[in-house]
Nanobody, 126 residues
């Protein structure tokens, strides 16, 4: 059985930083591109960041580019999202997802990801 579990969310002031983590079990982590998505109250789910199976290729949503960094440790079955210069509009539930890939690339559409965590709340106060 596959498990995807996010951790590290919380409350932070605007301008601050936070790192969220995602650990998987039940799948071969090194064969999955990993993505972070978020959903703010009353809004659609939004692509945040993704990383290829080797970690060599990464991509970011326009709203977080330059502020967020995605990374992974295949030996620990873990992907991270480092968030800097946080803004109140970054407040959302952040979801981690896994996408099986045979090539070292990533996708940005949520429907391509077939394993999801339950999310972790990130709240940025002004």
């Amino acid at each position: 059985q596959v498990h995807v579990v996010e951790s590290g969310g919380g409350l932070v002031q605007a301008g601050g930083q936070l790192r969220v983590s995602c650990t998987t079990s039940g799948l071969r982590f090194s064969s999955y591109a990993m993505g972070w998505f978020r959903r703010a109250p009353g809004k659609e789910r939004e692509f945040v960041a993704a990383i290829s199976i080797s970690g060599s290729n990464t991509g970011y949503g326009d709203s977080v580019k330059g502020r967020f960094t995605i990374s992974r440790e295949n030996a620990k079955n873990t992907v991270y999202l480092e968030m800097n210069s946080l803004k109140p509009e970054d407040t959302a539930v952040y979801y981690c997802a896994a996408d099986y890939r045979s090539t070292d690339d990533y996708r940005v559409q949520s429907f391509d990801y077939n394993h999801w965590g339950r999310g972790t709340q990130v709240t940025v106060s002004s």
